[in-house]
């Protein structure tokens, strides 16, 4: 009696936990002569592929962290999200990860879609050592300029943290705290602290920013952040200027003229 073959729906069922290349079950599947068994090995071995590189690029952004990590001193990372916007804070992230962490796919904030974004934001609160959050506020921006703000939301989230790092690792900017500091260019790609530090201060400046939106509706700031897309400008020009606008940034601050002379 010939023992009929497994349908291709119970192969692709028993096969959604394969994790690696060397699984004997991918080499019983490759001796199926069936077409839709051949597409569905091709499929797993492109997964797998996609798998082993984005662990592959995850540890080489735990370049930085690791010999922090084997002298047992804590590293904290660091970034900002909203330096460009025409409204709303410049926020900063600061997180302090484990030697343990993790989670491959933390990466460039601006690399990821807002889904992963948000799906991976809880899972960084959850293993980081410590999180912390600064804002520069649009009056701040407004009297200091706006990279002078972003400093000063970076030393706020810096200082807020509950564990005291003993080394910073900073995309760009150069922090007024007395610690030694990691200035990266893109740091955001090239390092998992940073990476998570750029994804939670995304997050919570987006969810801010949407909550402005129900403040100030007309803007459309919970799709545009603030930044200066049309729906922006025309809301600027029909509603005039909100209290989270940053009135030295044009074009808001050329409506603010027009409305002087006017």
Not at 195 to 223: E, N
Request: charge should be positive.
């Amino acid at each position: 009696m010939t023992t009929k073959p497994v349908s291709l729906a119970e192969l692709r069922q028993q096969l959604t936990d394969v994790t690696s290349p060397s699984d004997p079950r991918l080499e019983a599947l490759a001796a199926d002569p069936r077409k839709g068994a051949q597409q569905l090995l091709a499929k797993l071995k492109r997964q797998l592929a996609r798998r082993e590189a984005a662990e592959e690029a995850f540890q080489h952004r735990l370049h930085y962290e690791r010999p922090f990590w084997a002298a047992g001193q804590q590293v904290a990372g660091v970034d900002e999200v909203g330096r460009g916007p025409l409204a709303g804070p410049v926020v900063t992230g600061t997180v302090i990860l484990p030697s343990d962490f993790d989670i491959p796919l933390v990466n460039d904030s601006k690399q990821l879609t807002p889904k992963e974004r948000e799906a991976l934001y809880p899972k960084i609160l959850a293993q980081a050592t410590a999180v912390s959050i600064g804002i520069g506020s649009p009056q701040l921006i407004d009297q200091i300029n706006i990279y002078q703000a972003t400093r000063v939301a970076m030393q706020r989230a810096v200082l807020g943290l509950g564990v005291a790092p003993d080394h910073l690792i900073v995309d760009a900017m150069q922090i007024p705290v007395a610690l030694p500091q990691t200035r990266l260019i893109k740091g955001d790609a090239k390092s998992a602290s940073v990476a998570a530090a750029s994804i939670v201060a995304k997050v919570y400046r987006d969810h801010l920013m949407a909550a402005y939106d129900q403040l100030y509706p007309g803007y459309g700031f919970a799709k545009n952040a603030g930044y200066g897309t049309a729906e922006h400008l025309s809301g600027l020009a029909d509603r005039g200027v909100t209290p989270i606008h940053r009135r030295t940034f044009s074009p808001v601050q050329k409506i603010i003229a027009n409305e002087s002379r006017s």
